[in-house]
């Protein structure tokens, strides 16, 4: 896989003030409570309001963050849209699941039925383009915008020029009440996620849209490739991927100038990244992000956002390190994202 | 009559989840489709709905639709005329 995916435009909407331009994690908005709700922007300035009313909020927020990212690429179409979403549409489907058992399976309404499925926002962000080409949403878990990216950087290599990328996810006050119930969540603010002393994790949701492109033009940095390990089995194992995945790169962990964890603040399913982390903060910056945006499918698409920002800005903010080496640049960015112990990725961002 | 359309149009208004429109803003003789509301084909399945749900009533020949649903008065008129209002 040779190509590089250079991002050249990117739109993210996350619990934390990522549509402000300005904003760079100065100060950090923490859960509510056990969940991380996004803020929402104002949805009119991004999308048509005859079409709004019909979306529901995964939506909403994948149509504008696509919206954001296209206008940053200064782009009206791309070569093909991939999109990854863990639980896809998850209002529509409550809504239409709950009107079958509401309503004794009669008087059913089209809207949240057509709404409910998986690929509706990279649809409706085709249909907002008009875009005809490639079409496709990845729905593999923890994997999912991962796989977008896959595809993205395949179909670079093979000869399409500018893609856009998203991960998309929701949660609803239903879903989070019940994981509540399961006592799924985290409600310790006192302890830092990578500490490992916690149990649970704080649900976030959000999304983040990327247009990449084959061709350098104002792009800051690339995405230079990605891979992906299931179930390991050990934090040697994952250590091994890693170094088989930068060497595959022409790179070692020793030239990462910043490695970016996914830290779900759930000690067990954190316990090979704990292992991982001293071996890595001897030589790289290490920082961490899902107190920031919560623990959900697609949070690697918000950890990609945070690494473009953080090499654009050539800074990392204080409320994100967890150690302090120094770094005169930042030019290289490993981003070890985990999904509750099962799906890891690891993807490399580089300065261009 | 002035009293089931100022109920239907609170009906559609939530039916279809059109939070800029107020009642007031229908004009009970204006096109639902094309001009005035600016309706679509998902909507006339979402006002099929509603007359079922709302009013026991079962559009028995679906190419009735378009006489029915072209405009706030003439769906209120059809209710009438089955008794259901």
Known sequence: MAAKAYIIGTGCISPQNTTDENYFFETIIGPNGDHFPAIEPSYKEHINPNMLRRMGRAIKMGASAARMAMTEAKLDNVDAIMSGTGLGCFEDSEKFLLAILNNDEQFLTPTSFIQSTHNTVGSQVALIMKCHEYNYTYTHRGFSFESSVMDALLSLNEGKKNILIGGIEEHTPLFVELNRQAKKFNTDTTHPLFEGKTHGIQMGEGSAFFVVSSEKQNAQSSIDGISFLYKPKSSKEVLDKINQFLDSQNTALDNIDLVLFGFSGDSDFDNYLLELLPLVSNHSATAHYKHLCGDYHTAGAFATWLADKIIRKQEIPHTIRINHHTKTSIKSILIINAYLGINYSFTLLRQC | ?85
Request: avoid cysteine; charge should be negative; charged fraction near 30%.
């Open chain 2, 1 to 85: 009559m002035d009293v089931l359309i100022e109920k239907l149009k609170v009906q559609i208004i939530e039916q279809l989840n059109l939070a800029e429109v107020k009642p007031e803003d229908i004009n009970p003789d204006s096109p639902l489709f094309g001009d005035g509301l600016g309706l679509d084909s998902i909507d006339a399945l979402e006002l099929i709905v509603l007359l079922e749900k709302h009013y026991a009533i079962k559009i028995q020949n679906p190419a009735d639709g378009k006489k029915i649903f072209e405009s706030v008065r003439t769906m209120a008129e059809f209710i009438k005329s089955q008794g259901k209002s």
